[in-house]
């Protein structure tokens, strides 16, 4: 298996809960970050949400989709939250959030090996390629969250 450690780091107009809000709440992904073709809570875990788990399939630049279940594994509400995954990738992903003078720094860890036979073949050779489709994937992410909060917050665009 081929093995990918990716940081993604967004910067974000919101209170710290709100965002956090936005990500934990998985299932609504689709709603605003393209690129996520379906996500689905199967468990809903404790209190917290630790112990939760979810199915999330992902349709990026390149012409492939990835799908693979989340099982929450640490929550540390508004700060972190931890999750491992298994399916066509398998690894752990972490969000940190920070939060001073009203803006929210948002880091995401991802730790993650690919278990699709042709990706596998193609590393060697498609690895940048396969991680700049994460960059992009995570670009419209950042991006669709910060329309969201502007939008669910009432604030003017821009």
Known sequence: ?????????WLVDAPIERVWDELFDVAAWPQWWKGVTDARELEPGGGDGLGKVFTISWRSFLPYDLSFVTTVTRVEKPY???GHAVGE??????????HTNGLTAVTYEWSVRTTKAWMNALAPI???IFEWNHDYVM??????LKIRL?????????
């Open 150 to 158: 502007r939008r669910v917050m009432n604030l003017p665009s821009g």
């Open 126 to 128: 498609a690895g940048p």
């Open 80 to 82: 972190l939250m931890e």
């Open 139 to 144: 670009r419209r992410g950042g991006d669709g």
């Open 89 to 98: 990738l398998t690894g752990t992903g972490r969000w940190r959030l920070f």
């Open 1 to 9: 298996m081929a093995h990918y450690e990716f940081l993604t780091a």
